[in-house]
């Protein structure tokens, strides 16, 4: 697996194909694969969260997941071809779930978009085996919410609890959970619960999603000038780092 470093951050060069290959053999030998996703944002704002990055440069898959991120791989002549979404990501390894029998949990998110998602999952993945969720506004101390999913040994873990909550959730506790496959999956429980609808087609076709989530929320409505001052960071530093 090749790796490149943008304003000192690890980004792997993966497919979705790739990551799916790989979790057969997490899963068998107990081992623990964290696919993480790292955008621009995550890369702007990581000299706030020390912590986050370096959990980053811990894990077993650093996903390219942001246009951003390609285009920089461009620019530099690097290796990074495709995104890999986090969304789509989660979505993948909830077929390989429903096909396989594979037990998941669900850790994030309001307690009505959790339920929501639920019970669609419950619909769509009929084979999956929903092993057990809590929301993300529990009063569950840490060590209480380790050991409520360690009690049903999940094969897969999905944590919704925003950047950087989730990630430092993740660097935590990853030492102490019985889980083969991790990720981080941010606002993913919002869409697939239908309280956010995915941005249309024509932002998905080219890679705009992230301005449509900004557009659409006054509160991200900043994220739009991370994308510049992603790429003039990752560039500068590109240079002085030849």
């Known amino acids: 697996m090749k790796t490149e470093i943008m304003a000192g951050v690890p980004v792997d060069c993966l497919t979705y194909e790739d990551i799916i290959r790989e979790v057969p053999m997490y899963i068998k030998t107990g081992e623990k694969m964290t696919a993480i996703s790292v955008n621009p944002q995550i890369i702007v704002e990581g000299k706030k969260h020390p912590e986050v990055i370096e959990f980053i440069k811990n894990s077993t898959h ?37 096909e396989n029998c594979s037990s998941c949990f669900f850790y994030g998110a309001h307690p009505d978009v959790l339920k929501d998602m639920l019970r669609k999952l419950e619909i769509e993945y009929p084979k999956m085996n929903i092993a057990g969720s809590i929301d993300g506004y529990t009063s569950l101390k840490d060590e209480e919410i380790v050991d409520k999913i360690n009690q049903v040994h999940p094969d897969f873990l999905f944590i ?4 950087p909550k989730q990630e430092q959730w993740l660097n935590r506790n990853l030492d102490k959970l019985n889980v083969s496959i991790f990720q981080d999956v941010g606002g993913s429980f919002d ?15 080219f890679h705009l999603e992230w301005l449509y989530r900004s557009l659409s929320n006054p509160r991200r409505i900043g994220r739009i000038f991370q994308l510049p001052v992603f790429l003039f960071k990752s560039l500068l530093w590109n240079l002085k780092n030849r």
């Open 191 to 205: 869409v697939l619960s239908g309280h956010v609808k995915r941005a249309p087609a024509f932002f998905l076709r």
């Open 160 to 163: 919704a609890l925003g950047f």
């Open 62 to 98: 650093r996903i390219p997941d942001g246009i951003g991120i390609v285009l920089v791989s461009k620019l530099t002549k690097g290796n990074i071809k495709q995104r890999v979404a986090g969304f789509e990501l989660m979505i993948k390894f909830l077929e390989y779930a429903n």
